[in-house]
């Protein structure tokens, strides 16, 4: 069946230790998201690519970046970890274009990664 | 700027009754709404969304919303709520083309025997 697989489903890193999340998709949509969500919260939006073209949310931390090397796959790089960065981070994907479905998000099942 | 509400943090319904989630928007032109649904330690699954046309739109596992522009709302509501309806729901605004979303804050719904 075609998804959205995010991997690994748990992580665990240490306090500053960069760390790469990842997330494939086999629907061919030419948008991908990452989202946090803390406990109890609503799914946050860090940034998003659409197909190439890479935007990031006005208060996503610097510490937070992310990849797409091509339209399956994208990353997300937290390049130094803190306590707070403790979360869900979802990935979501969707297929924009004229006559398409309008925005309708695909979710993968979410990393959850732990900060020690 | 659009913004979602859910009003009620958690929900707890007997096994069999009603359900009825609320959800608010607050946007300037036609809304596109969706609810989600979201397990313990899962990610998101779509249950219905609105684009146009009939106000009252169904969804998979027996979830139905209703839109009412007049009031701004788009509750969710199913019939009889069985155990394994347990989890969040998320209800979220859109718009025309290409946007992100906006969420709302949540409902833990528990259902009790």
């Known amino acids: 069946d075609a998804m959205v697989i995010q991997n690994p489903r748990y992580q665990v890193t240490q306090f500053g230790k960069p760390v790469t999340l990842s997330c494939s998709q086999t629907l061919n949509h030419n948008v991908m998201y990452w989202y946090q969500q803390k406990s109890s919260q609503a799914p946050k939006l860090l940034f998003h690519y659409y197909d190439k073209d890479f935007n990031n949310e006005a208060d996503t931390p610097d510490n937070f970046q992310s990849r797409r090397p091509n339209t399956s796959f994208c990353f997300l790089d937290i390049r130094s970890p803190g306590l707070g960065d403790a979360a869900m981070y979802l990935c979501?994907?969707?297929?924009?274009?004229?006559?398409?479905?309008?925005?309708?998000?695909?979710f993968g099942a979410g990393t959850r990664l732990s900060v020690l | 700027a659009q913004s979602v509400t859910q009003p009620d943090i958690h929900i707890t319904v007997s096994e069999g009754a009603s359900l009825e989630l609320r959800c608010n928007y607050s946007y300037g032109a036609t809304p596109y709404l969706f609810w989600y649904v979201q397990s313990p330690g899962q990610g998101l699954q779509l249950l219905l969304k609105y684009f146009s046309g009939d106000t009252l739109v169904q969804g998979i596992k027996g979830f139905e919303a209703e839109f009412k522009r007049s009031q701004s709302s788009f509750n969710l509501r199913k019939p009889s709520v069985h155990w394994s309806d347990a989890a969040e729901y998320f209800c979220?605004?859109?718009?025309?083309?290409?946007?992100?979303?906006?969420f709302g804050k949540g409902t833990m719904l528990l259902v009790s025997p």
């Open positions: 979220a605004v859109g718009a025309e083309g290409y946007s992100t979303l906006t």
């Open positions: 979501a994907t969707s297929r924009i274009g004229q006559g398409l479905a309008k925005n309708i998000q695909y």
